[in-house]
């Protein structure tokens, strides 16, 4: 889905019905991706270089594909199928990614609602408003009952904050463009105080009757993004016919030795501009999702800050009387867990899998 999705954010972009990217742009893209990093920003660079492939989980879907957007980038994921995510062991420091359609049982959606209420990081396009968001998280956001055509329409960016469309451009001064996949549900806001758009197209607006692009939300300690259309590029890009090596000097935060070696190995391999700025578009907005959440995490250890003693078998019931049904299975140590009320001597949890219930107050400790 990210690739179908943010196809071009570069000006005079339009999309040809053509064959898929060839991995040339998708290669010369990772290549400026990483030392762009490592010139403008180097912090993340090394957050980047730290994930591990259990930390990002992308569920498999029949109609796209961001696992190839992850493995082009260079950044490690793990793929679980759709009928699989009611029992996977997802953790608050999580970022679970869902490929088109976003089809699963309701127990899986229900655990996607508990790792985001927990702190992790949900990332959803397309047809998974309907199937995820609106099912888990209602309220928030819904298909506005419009259906998209294939076709590319100029965007405009909403924050001028740091955010997971910060420098998806090589060049300076470039008009942001995206294509909507055919059939492509608009989103409606609903939560106009808590869902925040980051990016719109007033051109979808006037077609569709709603023009958000990417919106995001925050759900307790978590967080969902979503997007209209696919992450997946499928299509090359028509334009200029320039060779991505020529036009080196007008991309932004490279060193000139960057400049002279990209030139030299001749990056692209004769790619066009086109097909790799809109790589590189889709490769930079993953990086900075997953950046971005190995910042929060930083955050959310400060708030989940307690564990049960060891050797201590803690029960979480769902009352805090001592004889209450065990609401969820006994946390083990290093089981990170918030504390969420008091009564006498128990204590309201939330664990770091979204689990909710009580544990007596003498059985944790500070993390």
Not at 105 to 125: I, M, Q, S
Not at 159 to 168: F, H, L
Not at 228 to 239: A, C, D, K, L, N
Not at 311 to 333: G, N
Request: net charge positive; aromatic share 4%.
């Amino acid at each position: 889905m990210f690739r179908k999705l943010l196809i071009s954010l570069v000006a005079t972009l339009a999309l040809a019905p053509a064959a898929r990217a060839d991995q040339k742009s998708e290669d010369a893209a990772a290549e400026l991706l990483h030392r762009r990093l490592q010139h403008e920003d180097p912090t993340q660079a090394q957050l980047l270089g730290l994930v591990h492939g259990k930390d990002v989980v992308v569920v498999a879907g029949s109609m796209d594909h961001v696992e190839n957007v992850l493995s082009s980038a260079r950044i490690k994921h793990t793929i679980i199928q759709p009928a699989d995510v009611a029992q996977a062991d997802l953790r608050s420091n999580m970022i679970v990614m869902v490929d088109c359609p976003g089809v699963m049982p309701d127990a899986g959606v229900k655990r996607l609602e508990r790792f985001v209420r927990a702190g992790g990081l949900l990332y959803t396009t397309d047809w998974a408003l309907r199937n995820v968001v609106e099912k888990g998280f209602p309220g928030t956001i819904a298909a506005s009952g419009n259906s998209t055509g294939s076709e590319v329409v100029p965007v405009q960016m909403d924050s001028a904050k740091e955010n997971i469309m910060t420098k998806v451009l090589l060049r300076k001064g470039s008009s942001p463009q995206w294509w909507l996949e055919g059939g492509s549900f608009p989103i409606k806001v609903i939560d106009k105080q808590n869902v925040e758009v980051l990016a719109h197209s007033d051109e979808m607006g006037k077609k569709y009757g709603s023009s958000p692009i990417v919106v995001r939300f925050r759900w307790e300690d978590g967080e969902v993004i979503h997007v209209v259309s696919h992450f997946y590029r499928q299509m090359q890009t028509s334009g200029p016919a320039v060779a991505a090596a020529q036009a080196v000097d007008s991309f932004d935060g490279l060193s000139e030795k960057d400049r002279k070696e990209l030139k030299k190995a001749n990056v692209g391999g004769g790619s066009t501009v086109g097909d790799v700025e809109s790589s590189y578009a889709f490769q930079r907005m993953t990086s900075n999702i997953v950046t971005g959440k190995a910042k929060r995490n930083e955050e959310l250890g400060k708030i989940y800050n307690m564990t049960v003693k060891p050797k201590v078998a803690a029960q979480i019931r769902s009352a805090p009387e001592p004889s209450a049904p065990v609401a969820a299975p006994a946390p083990t140590p290093g089981t990170r867990m918030k504390v969420l009320g008091r009564k006498g001597d128990q204590v309201q949890i939330r664990d770091d899998r979204g689990n909710e219930g009580w544990v007596p107050a003498d059985a944790l400790q500070q993390q």
